[in-house]
C-alpha cells in the first residue's frame, strides 16, 4: 500500500520561500511519477508540478514557472517542492500525488495515491 507523508508547509511572507516534502512508504519509489498539487478553499485540486520517475523530466504549472522546483531523491523515497518568490496568491492546501507511471499527469484524476496535504499560507 502506497503511503504519502507531507511536511514543510507552514506560514511566509510574500517574497520568502518554503520547502515542501513528501515521503513515500509502501512501495519501490523509483516506480512512481510524483507530482505536486494545490487547492485553495472553494477550488479545484490545480496541477502545480511533476516529475517522472527518474527525475529527468518535470513539468511546471505557469503560475508557478521559474519560482518553484520540483525535485526527487529516490534514494530517499521523498519527492521535494522548493518554493520561492512566494506570493498571497500561492496560498493553499499542498498535496503529493503519486502513479506507477514513467511520466507525470496534469490531470488530478491520474493519481491514485494523495497524502493528506500541507497548508501554505503567504502573508503580504
Known amino acids: 500500500q502506497v503511503v504519502l507523508v507531507e511536511s514543510g508547509g507552514g506560514l511566509a511572507q510574500a517574497g520568502g520561500s518554503l520547502r515542501l516534502s513528501c515521503a513515500a512508504s509502501?512501495?519501490?519509489?523509483?516506480?512512481?511519477?510524483m507530482a505536486w498539487f494545490r487547492q485553495a478553499p472553494g477550488k479545484e485540486r490545480d496541477f502545480v508540478a511533476g516529475i517522472n520517475r527518474s527525475g529527468g523530466t518535470t513539468n511546471y504549472a505557469d503560475s508557478v514557472k521559474g519560482r518553484f522546483t520540483i525535485s526527487r531523491d529516490n534514494a530517499k523515497n521523498t519527492v521535494y517542492l522548493q518554493m520561492n518568490s512566494l506570493k498571497p496568491d500561492d496560498t493553499a492546501l499542498y498535496f503529493c500525488g503519486a502513479r506507477f507511471y514513467v511520466s507525470q499527469a496534469r490531470a488530478a484524476s491520474q493519481y491514485p495515491y494523495w497524502g493528506q496535504g500541507t497548508q501554505v499560507t503567504v502573508s503580504s
Open positions: 509502501g512501495v519501490t519509489f523509483s516506480n512512481l511519477a
